[in-house]
């Protein structure tokens, strides 16, 4: 009986020290789950695509080389990656590269499978011109600019 009670301590230990390495796995790649999550999820690539196209990929490059030269400063070490060292400078290129490569893949997945986030305003459609009051009781009425309510030119 002493043995089978052990035996169960045993897979009760195995089985602690697995969800130990489960969480630590999860919080150490926590931050790229995170980013591919939004760029599935989050960002509207029916929007973000052609934005993209008429030029603001240029700025989106020139952020992530500047990410892969910060990163190749703040930690500068080479990585032995499938038997391979690959030196500092590129290997962290290569990782920045490799998540810019996925979250165009999330868009593209996001535009074929039609997963679109939901619509959120900002600011309420219609109404008056934007301020959010009305037209009597707040001084309008004797300071010279009658009904225009852009305030450019009056105040």
Known sequence: MAELF???LDVVAALFYLIVELLRQFFYYALALFWLAWSLWAIDWR??????SQGAAV???LIAIAVGVVWAGADPRSLRFLGVDLPNFYWQFGVVGLML???LACGWLQLRMGWYPEEVQLFPEGGHHGHGHGHDGHGHAGH???H???HG???
């Open 47 to 52: 929007k973000l695509g052609p934005a993209l």
């Open 144 to 146: 010279g600019h009658a």
């Open 6 to 8: 052990f035996s169960l």
């Open 153 to 155: 030119s009056g105040h």
């Open 101 to 103: 490569t996925v979250t």
């Open 148 to 150: 225009d309510h852009g």
């Open 59 to 61: 700025p989106l490059v």
